[in-house]
């Protein structure tokens, strides 16, 4: 089939380097290809530019690159009329203006997604300086001049109806064909894991004192694994972090006996689109949940993984999944059925294309 409709998606990162670009868009490029669509992903920072702009020095290099984004950004406003529609990922601009975003939209057709409460002020440490370059508050902007918008759960699609009604519910979905459990584990101890970033592991910090108590009780029996941030360490807990890297990921994750996620329930969590937890249950590992969001959505509790309002249930249903081997099978396999079924690229990527395919009908109805 000759592709005659051209998308181009505009993210912040470059390919496989980020969570939310890999699980909202990435993963969907090559069905798009094959359905009469063309694509191009268009991103602004380079791996040499990630050195720079996460490094809490280098403030002078930072400013550069801002100024150099600034006129990458305003040479693809010259060509973007050649593209059917453009997806625009999260903060993939930036800076604080929405100029550029109101430009794309004069041009064609603009899908705007988020998978996060990015109305609410989020700054890594190592850009605090650059904390005046987000404006938050242009989120309801965006949404209010996009033509769709692709939101990952409830929470954010109930905050964007606000400001316009086109505006859908797109789960972060798993590419259940990529994320299989064929590693055979010969752990002498059960592994309870967590898997992040850099920017979330103070997420992790919140299981500490369950995972106190449940390592002084199981200390021969248990061991805690951390993936995503390499510096980590927690010697009271013998944890020594792994980096994340996209070459090992699934077999990282595969050496978990027991996945984990831990939220704070504040508005920022409540926006989370439980990605961690996906991952865990696509590849038959029990999870546990703190009961915060879209978690409440994914989880029947005590049938395909735990919810845990508080330490005290994260440590009572830590105890049930250590001291039963059965119910660790039994809630991964739920768990994982659970994801093929509703959570899965393949259970949403014809409904993908259909939301992009009526833009195109949409378009092509206002040019007659």
């Not at 006129?71 to 453009?86: A, F, T, V």
């Not at 508050?137 to 905050?159: A, M, P, Q, V, W």
């Not at 941030?229 to 990282?252: C, F, H, M, Q």
């Not at 939220?263 to 546990?288: F, T, V």
């Amino acid at each position: 089939m000759v592709a005659t409709n051209k998308i181009i998606f505009l993210s912040f990162h470059r390919k496989e380097r980020s969570p939310s670009q890999r699980f909202r868009f990435e993963q969907y490029l090559d069905f798009l290809n094959k359905n009469n669509f063309s694509t191009l992903h268009f991103f602004l920072v380079s791996e040499s530019d990630d050195k720079i702009l996460y490094n809490k020095r280098n403030f002078f290099a930072k400013s550069f690159l801002i100024f150099k984004y600034i006129l990458k950004l305003n040479k693809l406003c010259r060509s973007i009329h050649n593209y059917d529609i453009c997806y625009v990922q999260r903060e993939s601009i930036f800076i604080w203006t929405h100029y550029f975003e109101k430009k794309i939209a004069k041009k064609t057709k603009l899908v705007f997604d988020f998978d996060d409460s990015i109305w609410l002020e989020n700054v890594s440490n190592a850009n605090k300086l650059f904390k005046w370059l987000k404006n938050p508050n242009k989120t309801k902007k965006i949404i209010s001049f996009s033509d769709l918008i692709f939101s990952g759960n409830e929470y954010l699609s109930n905050y964007a109806s606000r400001f316009n009604k086109n505006t859908v519910i797109i789960p972060t979905t798993i590419d259940t064909e990529m994320y299989q459990n064929n590693f055979n584990n010969n752990n002498n101890k059960i592994i309870i894991g967590w898997s992040g970033s850099i920017t979330t592991i103070q997420h992790f910090e919140y299981a500490l004192p369950f995972l106190k108590k449940i390592f002084h009780k199981y200390k021969n029996t248990i061991e805690i694994k951390v993936i995503g941030d390499g510096s980590y360490v927690n010697e009271n807990l013998k944890i020594k972090a792994l980096p994340w890297r996209k070459e090992t990921e699934i077999k990282d994750l595969c050496s978990f006996d027991i996945g984990i996620m831990p939220l704070p329930n504040n508005e920022w969590a409540k926006g989370k689109c439980g990605l961690k937890g996906l991952q865990y249950m696509a590849l038959g590992i029990p999870a546990i949940l703190s009961a915060v969001g879209v978690n409440n959505d994914i989880i029947d509790d005590g049938k395909n993984g735990f919810l845990a309002k508080n330490n005290d249930e994260f440590e009572s249903k830590l105890e049930l999944l250590i001291n039963s081997k059965k119910l660790r099978l039994q809630l991964g396999e739920n768990g994982k059925k659970t994801v093929e079924e509703k959570y899965s690229v393949n259970a949403w990527k014809s409904k993908y294309l259909e939301y992009f395919n009526n833009l195109i009908n949409e378009k092509n109805s206002t040019l007659q």
